[in-house]
């Protein structure tokens, strides 16, 4: 069962209490003290300031700044202007949204309001994928207990300020996580994405100004706007502060949910957090950040969770969804898995992406069934490289990365279906 | 009319939440799919005159999205879920296995109706894996007994 994290900071601190996803619990522990702070004592301007120089890097997969999107949003005009929620959290790997937004509704809440505030939005849409439903639920009812007590509405907690929020429920498309992708489906769509430019923050949500920001990102806002960017600063790496929810899975003997400061090193939330492999076998590799972000082999897990350190060892951090693989483990299914995800959930719109995705998982499983050969891992690079960078969305990258990926360190894994003319790794996990 | 009067005024209701009244769509898709258990044509021809868009505007979305069905469907719907995380701690042997059980492949339903089973991409339940979505219900941990039990405690 869905349980709280193992290991917790200020985010989730207060997870284990039965009362904290109420209104009433939420501000037992202070809760909506940081947006009544930040809406009757600092200016919109004050607010993005504060958070960039906190240094918040979003949280939904890229990384990117917030305080920074939130400031592209146009100051002048009198057109609407709206924030994004994107909890379509379907990055396979991924689970620390879904206990935010059951355990944490009002914590995010919050921290919509407070950027409400700061980009002048008129309206949030929470966009919630439609699988989790009793999340959902659980926002639903935080919504509603926050209209009753005038936090959402016409009149926010009695400073004259406007906003409502909205939740939309998704309805199973993995494109839908992918920002304009969920712009498309929140106006009732097919959830393919846009071409950009215009950008979000130009022409988003039916057509109007738009942040979208993860349902996590907005979570560390309360607690900045309360205790500052020098606070918020003592966690994490120098470019990459605060704490991040890693979600660990696969073998290990302790998987589950662990609330850390990005920088920690890999090696620390496998061996140590999480307990390490079962029955004492070895590991094999680790994906660090979610099923698009390139593994690493058993000898680089001393690499420090933040972009800066990831990207030097040629991947990511992007969800914090860790993966780990024993040494039964054999590659080649892990690509066969991984291909036939991204051929299943391209939405199809560009030839690239579409086609790719396709000739990739057939060529992987040839490979897997002992039918292929030496040829086909120089086609793999090959139409993997050539999914880079020409799409209207990084789909194509998020597929082409984890072949390279598994084609960079485990070669050889390939190399001896074609030779052995079988799948050599008879014990590891069934396909 | 086969979209009744209540339903009606829910998607009403969810019309007046949004900007524009098409962003009132998947939540009346969802609306219309819970009276009906799936789409028809009939129900998207009336959800066309609600929105004023053509039908095929309807089906085109309903038919982008997993949890939308534009054809009759079995009465109980359990998918397992195969990505990575699952698979890694025997989600494939446990689907395997639930096909033996029920007599069926996967994804396909029960001779009778009562059970569709098939495989879904990643739930978000990767710490709690292997795992499956019955009826829209999450559970979790499974072993093998388990959910055999829970399948075999569906209605008929």
């Known amino acids: ?431 | 009319m086969v979209i009744s009067e209540q339903t009606r005024s829910k998607i009403a209701t969810a019309i007046s939440k949004y900007p524009q009244k098409r962003g009132a769509l998947l939540p009346a898709i969802h609306l219309v799919q819970a009276d009906h258990g799936h789409v028809s044509n009939e129900c998207a021809v009336e959800l066309a005159e609600i929105f004023e868009i053509r039908p095929i505007e309807v089906m085109e979305v309903v038919t982008f999205y997993n949890m939308f069905f534009d054809s009759p469907q079995a009465r109980h719907h359990v998918y397992v879920c195969t990505n990575l995380p699952c698979s890694l701690r025997g989600a494939r042997s446990l689907l395997n296995q639930l096909e033996s059980h029920l007599g069926v492949t996967a994804p396909g339903e029960t001779p009778d109706g009562r059970i569709f089973l098939g495989h879904e991409e990643c739930l978000g339940a990767c710490g709690y894996a292997p795992m499956m979505r019955v009826d829209g219900q999450y559970h979790e941990d499974l072993d093998v007994e388990k959910a055999k039990r829970i399948l075999d405690s569906l209605g008929k």
Request: aromatic share 10%.
């Open chain 1, 1 to 431: 069962m869905l349980e709280r994290p193992y290991v917790t900071q200020y985010l989730t601190e207060h997870f284990g209490e039965a009362d904290y996803p109420t209104l009433e619990g939420y501000e037992r522990f202070g809760g909506y003290g940081a947006a009544r702070k930040a809406l009757t004592e600092m200016s919109p301007d004050d607010v993005i300031e504060l958070v960039k120089t906190a240094g918040l890097q979003g949280r939904g997969g890229a990384g990117f700044p917030a305080g920074m999107k939130w400031s592209f949003m146009p100051k002048e005009g009198d057109r609407p202007k709206y924030l994004v929620c994107n909890a379509d959290e379907s990055e396979p790997g991924s689970f620390k949204d879904r206990i935010l937004l059951e355990r944490g509704a009002h914590q995010m809440l919050e921290g919509i309001l407070i950027a409400a505030w700061a980009t002048g939005a008129s309206a949030t849409f929470i966009y919630i994928r439609g699988e989790y439903a009793h999340p959902a639920d659980q926002v639903e009812r935080a919504v509603a207990e926050a209209y009753a007590k005038k936090y959402l509405g016409k009149n926010v907690m009695g400073t004259g300020f406007a906003h409502d929020v909205i939740v939309t429920r998704g309805a199973g498309a993995y494109i839908c996580g992918e920002e304009t992708g969920l712009l498309e489906s929140l106006e009732g769509k097919k959830g393919q994405p846009r071409k950009k430019p215009p950008f979000p923050a130009q022409y988003g949500a039916f057509g109007m100004p738009t942040t979208v920001n993860n349902v996590e990102t907005f979570s560390h806002v309360p607690h900045i706007i309360e205790k500052g960017a020098n606070w918020f600063r003592s966690f994490g790496t120098e470019k990459s502060p605060g704490t991040t929810i890693f979600g660990v899975s696969g073998h290990v003997v302790r998987p589950g949910l662990y609330e850390l400061p990005l920088g920690t090193p890999l090696s620390e939330i496998v061996f140590e957090h999480a307990g390490g492999i079962p029955g004492g076998r070895k590991v094999k590799g680790v994906i660090p950040g979610g099923m698009s972000m390139p593994i690493l082999p058993a000898g680089q897990l001393d690499v420090p969770m933040a972009n800066e350190f990831l990207r030097e060892r040629k991947t990511m951090l992007g969800t914090g969804g860790i993966m780990v693989m024993d040494e039964t483990t054999c590659m080649v299914r892990v690509a066969s898995v991984i291909s036939y995800f991204f051929r299943d959930e391209s939405c199809g719109q560009c030839t690239q992406c579409r086609e790719g995705t396709g000739w990739i998982n057939k060529i992987v499983d040839r490979v897997e069934r002992g039918a292929g050969e030496e040829e086909d891992l120089e086609v793999l690079a090959d139409v993997a490289g050539k999914m880079e960078a020409k799409t209207i969305c990084a789909f194509a990258d998020a597929a082409a990365w984890p072949i390279q990926g598994l084609l960079r360190h485990f070669r050889d894994d390939f190399v001896e279906h074609v030779r052995q003319r079988k799948c050599p790794f008879a014990g590891s996990f069934e396909l």
